[in-house]
């Protein structure tokens, strides 16, 4: 059974930076596709960013755009979230997501999405 998990939460100032990885046993993670998705509280899980399986093509919400990167090492089956300069609200739980077969125009929905991490605490202080 494919087993994501993740690791790199943590408490940081406005303005700094984290990287969060996930960590994918079960499948080889270039051909599955990956999102990044992430709760603040009392709100709906939302997407953050995305890597296609195959293409390596990336998909970012509007409001990380410029400052999150999602990417692959594939040596070690591993994906990561790469944040910078970040604000209060980017404060939540983010959770890595997995789906071999996931179509494009579906990525941004997490309900679409097969397999789960535990999701990892970020928090952003002013």
């Known amino acids: 059974q494919v087993q994501l998990v993740e690791s790199g939460g943590g408490l940081v100032q406005v303005g700094g930076s984290l990287k969060l990885s996930c960590a994918v046993s079960?499948?080889?993670?270039?051909?599955?596709?990956m999102g990044w998705f992430r709760r603040a509280p009392g709100k709906e899980r939302d997407f953050v960013a995305a890597?296609?399986?195959?293409?390596?093509?990336?998909y970012y919400t509007n409001s990380v755009k410029g400052r999150f990167t999602i990417s692959r090492d594939n040596a070690k089956n591993t994906v990561h979230l790469q944040m910078y300069g970040l604000t209060p609200e980017d404060t939540g739980v983010y959770y890595c997501?997995?789906?071999?077969?996931?179509?494009?125009?579906?990525?941004?929905?997490?309900?679409?999405?097969?397999?789960w991490g535990q999701g990892t605490q970020v928090t952003v202080s002013s």
């Open positions: 079960g499948r080889t993670s270039s051909t599955y596709t």
């Open positions: 890597i296609f399986r195959s293409t390596g093509r990336t």
């Open positions: 997501a997995g789906d071999p077969t996931i179509i494009l125009s579906k990525i941004y929905d997490a309900q679409n999405y097969d397999d």
